[in-house]
């Protein structure tokens, strides 16, 4: 009983499911409760708000809600005394370092070694560093705001996800057409998927010429790229921690990675190639290579930008197309009919240009200069 409510109702005594409010609530005013009404509320008897009546064990009375309230706030009071307890134990540890980090940059320094050599420059340590954290949302935006009005150049996006919201790119079009007054070119990668979202062309209408965009199977994680100097990219799956990159070897990787995917990509207003198996769409095909590596159909959903439940539905046409009773069956079949390798890519020219070009929208909502999105949000 125990371990079943635990799963059903995973809150503390501060803050009640509805039905354990409910019946908690009956007990109070009532002074007691049949067991049988809190059977659906294991919660209350776990977490002692309610327990047997001695005279009478079919009925249960409630703790005093003063009671609770104490005791709830005696837990309070030692988590803070802990918090404090850590933080006073953090500062005194790493004011330690501190020192110790200080003493190094000034030896660096008047031995004429390179002073910036150091932690300052390597780690992230202050302004303009190799390698910043961003924790939050705020931060986030507040960098590539900063990244974005500082950018002369050229903007590189990758977008990963399916398809792109109105909404969202609405928000960032002000950015996206700031760039373009400036000169800059804005280039974006996206999934097939994303082709389908009427918003993502209007968008690229509205910026004109100076952005392009092309699409993949398969992209890699959030990425945005700013002349060639600083990259941003997420630092949790959540996407609430960024890290803005300003190393050159780094950035210059990254931008590798971009230009060898942007080569194998298709422009948005070309048509994907056709996979010559009469039946089988070219989504299909993609989904039948990562299915014979083995991959679960999450997995194959996200990494293409689609819902799991469309990957389903396209898994169940690949099956009755192939003749496919099982899912065993349906691995051999693809293997049979030379699905389980990655679909052709049609050549590109390397100055293809699209009329509708691509927005560079780094983080979450906004075009080119957005923040929860990229380095945080799918």
């Given at each position: 009983m125990a371990g079943h409510g635990t799963e059903e109702h995973p809150h503390g005594a501060d803050r009640l499911c509805e039905a354990g409010d409910r019946v908690y609530s009956q007990a109070v005013r009532r002074g007691r409760v049949r067991r049988r009404?809190?059977?659906?509320?294991?919660?209350l008897l776990e977490l002692a708000?309610?327990?047997?009546?001695?005279a009478d064990m079919a009925w249960l009375v409630p703790t005093s809600p003063q009671e609770v309230m104490a005791r709830l706030l005696r837990g309070v009071y030692d988590e803070v005394s802990a918090s404090q307890h850590r933080v006073g134990s953090a500062v005194e540890a790493f004011e330690r370092y501190t020192a110790l980090g200080e003493q190094g940059q000034s030896c660096g320094a008047?031995?004429?070694?390179?002073?910036?050599?150091g932690f300052g420059s390597g780690f992230g340590f202050g302004e303009g560093t190799a390698l910043r954290v961003l924790d939050g949302l705020a931060r986030i935006q507040t960098a590539m705001d900063a990244a974005t009005q500082a950018c002369t150049t050229e903007v590189l996006t990758v977008q990963p996800g399916g398809i792109r919201r109105e909404y969202e790119l609405s928000e960032g079009l002000h950015r996206a057409l700031e760039l373009r007054e400036r000169g800059v070119r804005m280039r974006g990668l996206y999934n097939h998927v994303a082709r389908h979202g009427q918003g993502l062309l209007n968008y690229l209408e509205l910026v004109g010429e100076a952005a392009q965009a092309r699409t993949l199977d398969e992209v890699v994680e959030r990425l945005i790229l700013f002349d060639r100097?600083?990259?941003f990219i997420p630092a949790n799956a959540e996407r609430t921690v960024a890290l803005e990159i300003r190393h050159p070897a780094l950035v210059q990787y990254l931008v590798t990675v971009f230009d060898r995917l942007?080569?194998?990509?298709?422009p948005l207003t070309a048509p994907l190639p056709d996979t010559g198996i009469e039946g089988i769409s070219h989504r299909e095909r993609s989904i039948a290579a990562l299915l014979a590596e083995g991959h679960q159909d999450a997995v194959v959903a996200e990494r293409l930008g689609i819902s799991v439940r469309t990957c389903r539905a396209h898994i169940a046409r690949l099956s009755e197309t192939l003749g496919a009773a099982s899912r065993t069956q349906l691995g051999v079949r693809i293997a049979q009919a030379g699905l389980d390798g990655a679909p052709a890519v049609a050549e590109q020219g390397a100055?293809?240009?699209?009329?509708?070009?691509a927005p560079t929208v780094p983080p979450a909502t906004p075009a080119p200069a957005p923040a929860p999105e990229s380095p945080t949000a799918r």
């Amino acid at each position: 009983m125990a371990g079943h409510g635990t799963e059903e109702h995973p809150h503390g005594a501060d803050r009640l499911c509805e039905a354990g409010d409910r019946v908690y609530s009956q007990a109070v005013r009532r002074g007691r409760v049949r067991r049988r009404d809190a059977e659906t509320v294991p919660c209350l008897l776990e977490l002692a708000l309610l327990h047997p009546d001695p005279a009478d064990m079919a009925w249960l009375v409630p703790t005093s809600p003063q009671e609770v309230m104490a005791r709830l706030l005696r837990g309070v009071y030692d988590e803070v005394s802990a918090s404090q307890h850590r933080v006073g134990s953090a500062v005194e540890a790493f004011e330690r370092y501190t020192a110790l980090g200080e003493q190094g940059q000034s030896c660096g320094a008047g031995s004429g070694s390179g002073g910036g050599s150091g932690f300052g420059s390597g780690f992230g340590f202050g302004e303009g560093t190799a390698l910043r954290v961003l924790d939050g949302l705020a931060r986030i935006q507040t960098a590539m705001d900063a990244a974005t009005q500082a950018c002369t150049t050229e903007v590189l996006t990758v977008q990963p996800g399916g398809i792109r919201r109105e909404y969202e790119l609405s928000e960032g079009l002000h950015r996206a057409l700031e760039l373009r007054e400036r000169g800059v070119r804005m280039r974006g990668l996206y999934n097939h998927v994303a082709r389908h979202g009427q918003g993502l062309l209007n968008y690229l209408e509205l910026v004109g010429e100076a952005a392009q965009a092309r699409t993949l199977d398969e992209v890699v994680e959030r990425l945005i790229l700013f002349d060639r100097t600083v990259a941003f990219i997420p630092a949790n799956a959540e996407r609430t921690v960024a890290l803005e990159i300003r190393h050159p070897a780094l950035v210059q990787y990254l931008v590798t990675v971009f230009d060898r995917l942007w080569r194998l990509a298709i422009p948005l207003t070309a048509p994907l190639p056709d996979t010559g198996i009469e039946g089988i769409s070219h989504r299909e095909r993609s989904i039948a290579a990562l299915l014979a590596e083995g991959h679960q159909d999450a997995v194959v959903a996200e990494r293409l930008g689609i819902s799991v439940r469309t990957c389903r539905a396209h898994i169940a046409r690949l099956s009755e197309t192939l003749g496919a009773a099982s899912r065993t069956q349906l691995g051999v079949r693809i293997a049979q009919a030379g699905l389980d390798g990655a679909p052709a890519v049609a050549e590109q020219g390397a100055d293809a240009t699209l009329s509708l070009p691509a927005p560079t929208v780094p983080p979450a909502t906004p075009a080119p200069a957005p923040a929860p999105e990229s380095p945080t949000a799918r």
